[in-house]
């Protein structure tokens, strides 16, 4: 697997996450001066969802890379040899951290998808809520017209 390929892929994904994924506050307005988002901040689970899918895509490119990372370790580990000791030993580091990296992004993917049936849920319940104060306190129409 050669560096240049993987520095490209991974420039790639940085900048498509990059663009993907932005967040406005809900008190922000559009226009930047704050106050009153609109109605573009809402609770979506189809987008948890792909979160999570996308989270255990990670999942799948972190093995991949694992099994080109150990085969390209065969044959490197060379007795006696003092800079063969300090590329394994930085060959199991990595390994360690990309285990738990993986592990990690597989632990995401349940809560994600939670996550976002919890948040459109209280959208719901909240929704009903002010929709019945609605119809029980109506305001009274104008005096003297509008």
């Known amino acids: 697997m050669s560096s240049t390929s993987f520095d490209a892929e991974w420039a790639g994904l940085k900048e498509g996450t990059a ?15 704050g106050g009153g988002g609109g109605e573009d901040l809402k609770s979506d689970q189809s987008v948890w969802n792909k979160a999570s899918n996308d989270v255990g895509q990670l999942v ?14 065969k044959g490197a580990a060379v007795s006696g040899v003092d800079s063969a000791a300090a590329q394994s030993e930085l060959y199991q580091s990595w390994k360690t951290y990309l285990d738990g990296l993986s592990g990690k992004c597989s632990a995401l993917q349940g809560p ?3 996550a976002g049936k919890g948040q459109v849920a209280n959208d719901d319940a909240l929704r009903a809520d002010f929709t019945r104060m609605n119809d029980q306190y109506k305001d009274t129409p104008a005096t003297g017209g509008r």
Do not use: H, N
């Open 60 to 73: 799948s490119g972190i093995k991949k890379a694992q099994t080109a990372f150990e085969a390209g370790q």
């Open 19 to 33: 663009a993907a994924t932005q967040m406005r506050l809900a008190s922000a307005a559009p226009d930047g001066g």
């Open 112 to 114: 994600m998808v939670q």
